[in-house]
C-alpha cells in the first residue's frame, strides 16, 4: 500500500502518470495472464495507479449519497433493518452495482458494531444475497488493505491517498477509489465510499460503499483519434501503445465476448510509404510490448530492428520491399540544360544592362531601347521555365512553368510584333504626312495584350490549379508531369492565332528598308519563335558596336537614298529623351536640297518641252562642258538630247 500510495501522490507531473500508467498496463497483464504471485494468496487485491472516467456511473453514486443522507439524519446506531433494506435495494436499483455494504463502527475503539453486506448473485439464483466476510464480524476492528475503506487513522472529512480526487466544482459526499482486481469477485472493481460522522464524538459512525463492476470496460492503447471513441473505453490508456509513431500507426482490435482487461490489444501497421520485412508490416500489440520492455531493460533490441518500418523508396506510396518506384532521371543531361538555361539568364541580364549603358548609340536608339529591355525580359522568363521544372514537380513547379512559359513568350512577341507593326504602318501610308508613333503608343497597345494575358493565367491558377501527375512508364515506375487540360489548349490555339497575325504583319514588310535591317531580322526572329534567333539579335547588335559602327548608316540605305529621317524603323526615336538638333538639322538640310533640286528638275523639263525654241543658258542645269547631257523625263518616254553645237530648232 505504501508503494501504490507514492505512486499516487506523484501522478500531478507527465512523467509521473506516465509511470503511473506503465505500471497499471504491467499489473493488467499479470492478471490477464495469470501470474498473479502472491496475488489471491495474501493480497487479495491489486489497485491501479490511475483513475477512471467516473461519470459514467453517476447514477450509483447519486442512490449512494441520497442513502448515506438518509442513514446520517436517522443514525446508525438502532436500525439495522434500515441498514439492510438500503444495502439490498442499491443493488437492486442499479444494475451496475455488484456489492453494497453499510458499515456501523464505534466512534471510539473503531471496533466494527455491525455490517449489512449484500452482493449480487444473479436472478438464477434468487438475487441479491447477504454475506458475512472473514474479519468483519462483530467486535472485530474493519481491515483496512480494503481498497474501498479508509485508513485507520485518517479523519472522515479528509480525503485518504487511496481514494481519487473529486473533480472541480463538483460536491460529492464521498470518494470513488482506483479501479481494483478483486480475487473474491473475479473482476475489475471500483468502489465509492461514503463516510458517515456520528453525531457527537461518541457513539457510533457510519459507513457506507458500493462495488461497480468495470470488466466490461475496453483498454485501448491507441490514440483516441486512430479509432472511433466509445463510452466504454478507458480514456487514461489512450496513447500508451508501444508503435513506433513515426512509423507505424496503432490499430486497436477489439475482442468481442469478453470481459478481461488485456495489455497489447491492438496491431502495429506500418504508415502509408513504410514497409517491413517482417510479418509483412503488421505486428501483434502483445509481442511489441514484450519487446518494448526489453528494449527498456536493454536485454534486446528486437524493438529497434524487427518491430520498426522503413521508408519505402522516394516516391512511393504504398511498397512492400524496398524496389524503386520512381522512374530514374538522367542528372547530368537535366543539370546540363540548367546550367545553361540559367546562362541564358545571365546573359540576358549583361546584355540590358550593356543596352542601358550605350542607349545613346544611334544602333540602341533605332531599335528602341525600351522594347529591347522588355524583350530581353521576356527571354529571361522563358528561360527561367527549366529552373521550375528542374526538380520533382508539384503544384508550386507547375505553376511556375505554365506562368514562365507562357508569359515570358507573351512579352517577348509582343515586343518584337509591336516594332514590326509599326513598320508596317508607316511602310504602307499612301498619303504625304509622315505617321509617327512614339514608344509611348506602342506600349499603350501593348498593355492590354499583356492584361489579357494575366488574366487567363491568373484565373487559371485560381480555378484549375494545374498540379502534378503521376505518369507509369514501360517498367511500370511511376514520374510526375504537369497536367495538360483545356486551358493548355485553349491558350496554344491563342497563341497560334497570334502568331498567325504576326506571320502577316512580317510578310507585309518583308521588303521594307529599315537601318541595320532590324525589320527583317525581327521578321525571321518571329517565323522561328526561337530563342538562339532572338538571342542573335542582340549579339549582332553588340558586335556592330564592339567593330565602332555603332553612329554609322546602314551603307546600303545610304546608297539607295535612304536617310535616317525616312527609316521606316527609326521614326519616333524615343520621344521621352532629347532630341538631337543638330543631327535633324542636317538631315532636314539634306532633304531640302533633294526635294529643290527635284522640283528644278521638273520646272525645266516642262519649259524646254513647252517651247522648243528656247536654247539652254550657258551654265543651266542641262549645260555639260565637253559632252552632250541626256535627261529622261518623267512625263515621257522619248528622251531630249542637248547640245551646244545645235540650235533648238534644228533639233
Known amino acids: 500500500m505504501a508503494i501504490l500510495i507514492s505512486v499516487v501522490l506523484t501522478g500531478g507531473s507527465a512523467l509521473g502518470k506516465k509511470e503511473n500508467v506503465e505500471n497499471s498496463l504491467e499489473s493488467i497483464h499479470e492478471v490477464a495472464t495469470r501470474s498473479l504471485g502472491s496475488l489471491c494468496v495474501t493480497e487479495q487485491f491489486r489497485s491501479l495507479s490511475v483513475p477512471l472516467d467516473t461519470l459514467i456511473f453517476e447514477s450509483a453514486r447519486q442512490k449512494a449519497d441520497l442513502a448515506a443522507t438518509l442513514l446520517q439524519d436517522l443514525g446508525v446506531a438502532h436500525h439495522n433493518g434500515l441498514q439492510d433494506a438500503i444495502s439490498k435495494n442499491l443493488l437492486v436499483s442499479d444494475k451496475m452495482v455488484l456489492s453494497a455494504r453499510v458499515l456501523a463502527i464505534n466512534a471510539s475503539t473503531g471496533t466494527l458494531v455491525n455490517c449489512a453486506w449484500w452482493q449480487r448473485q444473479g436472478l438464477e439464483m434468487g438475487g441479491p444475497k447477504k454475506i458475512i466476510e472473514t474479519g468483519m464480524d462483530a467486535g472485530h476492528r474493519p481491515n483496512t488493505d480494503y481498497p474501498w475503506y479508509e485508513d485507520a487513522d485518517s479523519s472522515p472529512g479528509l480525503r485518504s491517498p487511496k481514494f481519487v480526487e473529486s473533480p472541480p466544482n463538483v460536491a460529492y459526499k464521498g470518494w470513488w477509489t482506483y479501479p481494483y482486481y478483486s480475487c473474491l469477485a473475479r ?17 457510533l459512525k457510519g459507513f457506507l460503499s458500493l462495488d461497480v463492476d468495470v470488466s466490461h470496460l475496453e483498454v485501448n492503447q491507441c490514440e483516441a483519434k486512430s479509432s472511433k471513441r466509445f463510452s466504454n473505453e478507458i480514456s487514461v490508456f489512450h496513447g500508451s501503445h508501444k508503435c513506433h509513431n513515426s512509423t507505424s500507426e496503432c490499430v486497436y482490435r477489439p475482442i468481442l465476448n469478453t470481459m478481461s482487461w488485456t495489455r497489447g490489444r491492438y496491431q502495429c501497421a506500418c504508415r502509408p510509404g513504410f514497409y517491413s520485412p517482417h510479418h509483412d508490416g503488421l505486428f501483434n500489440g502483445s509481442l511489441v510490448e514484450v519487446a518494448w ?10 524493438w529497434e530492428t524487427i518491430f520498426q518500418c522503413k521508408r519505402c523508396a522516394p516516391g512511393c506510396h504504398f511498397c512492400k520491399d524496398p524496389s524503386p518506384c520512381l522512374a530514374t532521371y538522367h542528372w547530368p543531361f537535366r543539370i546540363t540544360l540548367l546550367v545553361f538555361s540559367i546562362f541564358c539568364v545571365l546573359c540576358t541580364i549583361v546584355l540590358n544592362v550593356y543596352m542601358f549603358k550605350h542607349r545613346k548609340l544611334k544602333v540602341f536608339k533605332v531599335a528602341s531601347p ?12 522563358m528561360y527561367l521555365e527549366m529552373a521550375a521544372i528542374f526538380p520533382v514537380l508539384d503544384m508550386y513547379s507547375c505553376i511556375a512553368t505554365k506562368w514562365s512559359r507562357h508569359l515570358g513568350f507573351c512579352v517577348t512577341y509582343t515586343a518584337l510584333l509591336m516594332k514590326t507593326w509599326r513598320v508596317s504602318l508607316t511602310y504602307r501610308v499612301k498619303s504625304a504626312h509622315k505617321v509617327k508613333l512614339t514608344d509611348k503608343q506602342l506600349l499603350q497597345w ?10 487567363y493565367l491568373g484565373t487559371w491558377t485560381l480555378s484549375d490549379t494545374p498540379t502534378a501527375e503521376e505518369i507509369m512508364d514501360n517498367d511500370s515506375l511511376r514520374f510526375k508531369q ?11 490555339i491563342g ?37 538562339v534567333n532572338i538571342m542573335m539579335i542582340a549579339f549582332q547588335l553588340v558586335i556592330r558596336v564592339l567593330k565602332g559602327q555603332g553612329d554609322q548608316w546602314d551603307n546600303r540605305a545610304r546608297s539607295r537614298g535612304v536617310t535616317a529621317s525616312f527609316s521606316l524603323n527609326g521614326i519616333g526615336l524615343v520621344p521621352e529623351e532629347a532630341p538631337d538638333l543638330y543631327q535633324e538639322n542636317e538631315e532636314l538640310k539634306e532633304e531640302i536640297q533633294k526635294l529643290a533640286a527635284q522640283i528644278e528638275f521638273m520646272k525645266i523639263v516642262h519649259m524646254e518641252m513647252n517651247n522648243r525654241h528656247v536654247k539652254p543658258k550657258s551654265g543651266g542645269y542641262f549645260t555639260t562642258l565637253n559632252a552632250p547631257t541626256v535627261v529622261h523625263s518623267p512625263l515621257t518616254k522619248q528622251g531630249c538630247i542637248l547640245s551646244q553645237s545645235k540650235p533648238p530648232e534644228e533639233l
Open 495 to 531: 497563341e497560334v492565332l497570334f502568331l498567325a497575325w504576326g506571320i502577316r504583319v512580317c510578310y507585309n514588310v518583308r521588303n521594307a528598308e529599315s537601318l541595320y535591317n532590324e525589320a527583317r531580322l525581327i521578321t525571321y526572329a518571329i517565323y522561328n519563335i526561337a530563342i
Open 446 to 455: 501593348m498593355v492590354p495584350i499583356l492584361l489579357v494575358m494575366l488574366i
Open 482 to 492: 504537369c497536367t495538360y487540360n483545356w486551358w493548355d489548349h485553349s491558350l496554344a
Open 370 to 381: 525600351i522594347f529591347l529591355s522588355i524583350t530581353l525580359f521576356g527571354c529571361a522568363t
Open 187 to 203: 473482476r475489475w472493481l471500483i468502489s465509492y465510499s461514503v463516510p458517515i460522522p456520528p453525531p457527537g464524538r461518541r457513539g
Open 293 to 302: 520492455t526489453e528494449y527498456v531493460e536493454n536485454s534486446s533490441r528486437s
